[in-house]
């Protein structure tokens, strides 16, 4: 396994880490995932921590915090050979303190979370959204207290625009408190609007970014192809209007060039959709999920390998769309080009 640094922290994680969204799943999104008992998960761990993988990715919004509950049973007793990534911010409940990234809501949320997860800290805690309502210095300033308290090694962000992860960076360096280390991101061949704000924050601030969803919300599974029908089977049924929106031709064009390139390597669509995103700037962890070993050792396959520059062209070309304003004058002229060269 490749171990990559947590953007510009000393934090080795591996290239690829485990989602465990499909632990305890209940409800119309997490129960579409999996809902994989404590018994199922210490096999799929086991499994993991034989390939390298050691860092697990779970969050409180997770079926209620039964995701954690199960990964906290699963990894009982050695604790110390894995990595706890967990989420707060999002809702948990109807009422004021439910939400958001006060002070009394992450302390308590920490807390919780320690709690369900059985041990004493957490690798990395991230602020599962923006908290507009709450100062950015409280916000900080009660990250800090958190880690010198040990609850906490280091912290991040997922979903935040730029301006959020920057003017957060600012404060926390103005004042000494932990930096952002982490951006938990959408990233995937049919989503690629992280590069055209986020990667190169990334890159100037020392960001790295932990992929969510690197199979397009599970339309690069290699079972959508054009002019066929969704698969009775897919969960996509049930959970599209959940995830980010994709164009049916853009996909098709997509799956075309994956078709022609898993022809080209002998591996699965799968497999070349993570290896590409283990190829781009930023990257630290490539977040792959599985209801079951088979489907997490097919995820597996996607390291021990890489893409060709060519394929890697041909697949660059394929995915590609028009960036938005004011973006697009940085692709497009060459005046704008020579002032501001692309991060990829």
């Known amino acids: 396994m490749d171990f990559r640094p947590l953007g510009a922290s000393g934090l080795k994680v ?36 034989e390939a390298g993988v050691n860092l697990f990715d779970t969050a409180d919004v997770y079926s209620n915090g039964a995701s954690e509950e199960v990964l906290g049973e699963a990894i009982k007793g ?17 009422g004021p303190a439910d939400y958001g990234s006060s002070r009394s809501r992450l302390i308590k949320s920490v807390d919780d979370a320690l709690r369900r997860l059985g041990t004493d800290y957490i690798d990395l805690l991230q602020l599962h959204a923006f908290d507009a309502g709450t100062p950015i210095e409280e916000v900080l300033s009660t990250l800090d207290g958190l880690v010198r308290a040990g609850k906490l090694r280091y912290v991040g962000v997922s979903n935040f625009s730029g301006w959020q992860v920057m003017k957060s960076l600012a404060q926390a360096d103005s004042r000494g408190y932990p930096r952002y280390v982490a951006h938990q991101v959408y990233y995937s061949l049919v989503g690629r609007d992280y590069e055209w704000e986020l990667m190169p924050l990334g890159l100037d601030q020392g960001v790295g970014a932990l992929v969510w969803s690197p199979l397009g919300w599970g339309r690069l599974t290699g079972k959508i192809r054009r002019g066929a029908k969704l698969p009775e089977k897919s969960r996509l049924h049930d959970t599209a209007s959940f995830g980010p929106p994709v164009e049916d031709e853009h996909l098709y064009r997509v799956m075309d060039t994956l078709d022609a390139v898993a022809e080209e390597t002998g591996k699965t669509v799968p497999q070349i959709a993570i290896n590409w995103l283990l190829q781009r700037p930023t990257v630290s962890s490539v977040i792959i999920g599985a209801r079951n070993e088979e489907q997490l050792r097919q995820n597996l396959g996607a390291i021990g390998w890489t893409l060709m520059p060519e394929q890697i062209r041909k697949l660059d070309a394929a995915s590609e769309v028009t960036a938005p304003y004011p973006y697009f004058p940085y692709r497009r002229q060459e005046g704008f080009a020579r002032l501001n060269p692309p991060a990829v």
């Open 78 to 94: 050695r604790r110390d050979a894995v990595l706890i990534s967990t989420k707060t911010s999002l809702p948990m409940g109807d």
């Open 14 to 49: 591996p290239a690829l880490s485990f989602g465990a969204g499909t632990f305890g799943g209940s409800g119309p999104l997490f129960g579409a995932w999996g809902n994989s008992d404590a018994r199922e998960a210490r096999r799929l761990i086991d499994i993991c921590l």
